[in-house]
């Protein structure tokens, strides 16, 4: 396995570590991630309409995904604290004709931003479940089947590796 390749949180014992990034340079770093929660047309329209019991449910998702883009180190393990400089979540509702496959539901899409030493892939990805798991917990009284999915990097670009981009 060449360099690039080896996974960064594994040492040469096998144990977890954090990565050290001490001798990297600060580099303007961006990614923008994507989630999907579905839902039964009824409940799509209740959100649509500002109808769901416990308030504004796109706003409030919205404040849930900036919030945990900035948690992100508290939740997952081997994650550096990140001085974020940008954060935004946009949730879009999606109806049948939106989708090949008809499903109705409300589509995420994050975007984070760190001038620093290490990515911010993760932060963006936490958004993005974070924010489709508070559609949940807002409309579940009304609908518990609802489905989160495509949650997934679509951009990254900074650091070393430069961009990258989801085909």
Request: aromatic residues 2%; charged residues 30%; negative net charge.
């Amino acid at each position: 396995m060449s360099d690039e390749q080896k996974l960064t949180h594994i040492d040469e014992k096998g144990d977890v570590r954090m990565v050290d990034v001490s001798a990297k340079p600060d580099t303007e770093r961006i990614a923008v991630a994507e989630g999907f929660i579905a839902m039964h047309q009824e409940t799509l329209d209740l959100i649509v309409e500002g109808k769901a019991a416990k308030g504004d449910v796109l706003a409030c998702a919205r404040v849930a995904g900036v919030m945990a883009a900035k948690q992100t180190s508290s939740l997952i393990p081997m994650c550096h604290p990140l001085n974020i400089t940008k954060a935004k979540v946009e949730c879009e509702p999606v109806q049948p004709d939106d989708r090949e496959d008809g499903r109705v539901g409300i589509h995420i899409t994050t975007t984070c931003g760190v001038t620093g030493k290490t990515g911010i892939e993760m932060e963006a990805l936490t958004a993005a479940s974070v924010a489709c798991l508070t559609v949940y917990d807002m409309c579940k009284a009304v609908d518990r089947g609802m489905e989160i999915m495509d949650v997934r990097l679509l951009k990254k670009d900074g650091g070393k590796t430069g961009l990258w981009l989801r085909d």
